[in-house]
């Protein structure tokens, strides 16, 4: 009883200790919890892509001596859409080139060893007008013209690369990339043993999609040379890499069948009769591994383009510049024996070349410091390739000219790995910009044998390819494995290529 009583006692206490406790919560402002939510990551699922050996992993190891393992194409249905190119492009009126252009070298050049410093901006020196005495003694300054960030050049003598194993889609995503530099022309290769593996004068889902690639590469008003490489398997004895076919002509039944009978023959503008005959790679059959071997191979393909026009462009094949003494044939020895085998016969074709320029800049001439790996042979520097071909073309009187049908330089700058040759980290993408900007400059001012130029590349880049450390990823002017996926390259190409009053008018 007593402690029920104690009990009842303590009851109103803990009733009025609750209600206060309420009170004063209820009462109270509280702050607020702040909830932060993460969006969840969205999974990354690695895109696979089709091996490259239908056209980007052959041309990758063009400027290269050694041989590349070769690979078998993936039919265009089993193919997963490449990688999306992302992020947005930045507007071209925000680039901000970093020199004018001219001569690059200094006298004194020398190649580096070591990858250069960044270098700075070059700021051009302004030299005051003198003082002009008034009744009140001023300094009039009179604006000049701004100085030219990048030269204006034509670009009708301008091409690019651009690949074209993949979906329809991409493919078109590809030319609109392709439009914004305003070039006037566009190469694409014709992998023969991709688009016809069937047999002689078929027309499968290969051939209907290249043939609808080709046209949608002409409708925005680009010219468009085909360059030719690659026989089937049904052509062919010799099965190993890649190479012509058995019977030269095959070739000019399949090039009569392609002008003839699908919608390309009334849409391109020039071929290029097969891609650097002179590495064993490309050439591995029964024709003789030399000039004279290649010139059995060109003149039924020259025939069958004849005959369906008098006036298309027919281009030589370029020759990989190479000295190896067992992969390849040197080029300069090799263009002599075509000179050798007729060549000169051929007054209205164009004398194809590949000067790539590794890590030397285009003014640069052999070998300012012999010994230093892409450094010690003409055929590393772009001048020098250019000039001992006209050479050879003069030393046998063909009044032609000559096509860069690839040319380049390759960068590793923000890829975030190691580049897959020492040479490829001296490149810094602003060197990329100014050396291949320069060549250009130099082929339109101040070398009168050399026309059209076509850029390696726009577009070779991947996430698969980059993740490879390929060569290829290094010269594409378009690289979704860095920010901004443009390459300030791609920008002065639209920069020089238009006018003031931005029409596609080069001077």
């Known amino acids: 009883m007593q402690k029920l009583t104690r009990t009842l006692k303590l009851q109103p206490i803990l009733f009025i200790v609750l209600v206060g406790v309420f009170g004063l919560f209820a009462c109270t402002v509280r702050d607020p919890i702040e909830v932060i939510i993460t969006p969840t990551p969205q999974p990354v699922t690695p895109t696979v892509i089709p091996t490259l050996e239908a056209e980007a992993v052959e041309e990758a190891t063009s400027t290269s001596t050694e041989t ?66 008034t009744a009140t003694p001023t300094i009039t300054v009179t604006p000049g013209p701004s100085p030219t960030p990048v030269p204006r050049l034509n670009p009708d003598l301008m091409g690019l690369q651009i690949y074209s194993n993949m979906a329809f889609e991409q493919f078109g995503e590809a030319i609109s990339l392709a439009e914004v530099t305003n070039v006037g022309w566009l190469k694409i290769q014709v992998n023969w043993a991709f688009i016809q593996s069937e047999g002689p004068n078929t027309f499968g889902e290969q051939f209907q999609l290249f043939e609808r690639q080709v046209e949608a590469a002409a409708r925005p008003g680009f010219r468009v040379l085909l360059s030719i490489a690659k026989a089937p398997d049904w052509a062919r004895s010799d099965r190993q890499e890649s190479g012509p076919p058995d019977n030269p002509q095959d070739l000019a039944n399949f090039i009569s069948f392609m002008l003839n009978d699908t919608k390309i023959g009334g849409v391109i503008d020039a071929i290029e009769i097969w891609n650097e005959p002179n590495l064993i790679r490309e050439w591995r059959g029964t024709l003789p591994f030399n000039g004279a071997g290649y010139m059995q191979l060109f003149g039924p393909a020259y025939d069958a383009i004849r005959a369906y026009s008098p006036t298309m462009t027919i281009v030589t094949a370029g020759l990989a510049p190479t000295s190896h003494p067992t992969a390849a044939v040197d080029d300069r020895l090799y263009l002599q024996q075509m000179y050798d085998a007729g060549l000169a016969n051929y007054d209205d074709v164009i004398i194809g070349v590949h000067p790539y320029g590794w890590a030397n800049p285009p003014d640069a001439r052999c070998c300012p410091n012999p010994g230093q790996g892409w450094d010690d042979n003409p055929r590393f520097f772009f001048l020098d390739t250019l000039e001992d071909t006209y050479a050879i073309m003069q030393r046998n009187n063909h009044n032609t000219t000559m096509w860069a049908t690839e040319f380049g330089w390759a960068t590793w700058d923000g890829v975030g790995s190691e580049p897959p040759e020492p040479w490829v980290g001296w490149n810094s993408a602003q060197d990329q910009a100014n050396y291949a900007m320069r060549a250009f400059e130099m082929a339109q001012r101040e070398l009168p044998y050399l026309d059209v130029m076509f850029l390696w590349n726009l577009n070779f880049a991947n996430l698969i390819t980059v993740e490879q450390r390929q060569e290829i990823t290094g010269y594409s002017i378009i690289n979704p494995a860095v920010f901004p996926r443009e390459r300030p ?3 002065m190409l639209a920069q020089a290529t238009r006018d003031e009053n931005n029409n596609n008018n080069g001077s």
Do not use: C, H, K, M
């Open 68 to 133: 590349q393992p070769t690979t078998t194409p993936v039919p265009t249905e089993t193919v997963p859409e490449t990688p999306t190119l992302s992020p947005e492009p930045v507007e071209p009126d925000e680039i901000q080139p970093t020199r004018e252009f001219g001569p690059i070298l200094p006298p004194d050049y020398r190649l580096q060893t070591q990858p250069p410093p960044t270098a700075e901006p070059v700021i051009p020196t302004v030299t005051p007008l003198p003082e002009i005495e």
């Open 489 to 491: 390259l791609y920008w």
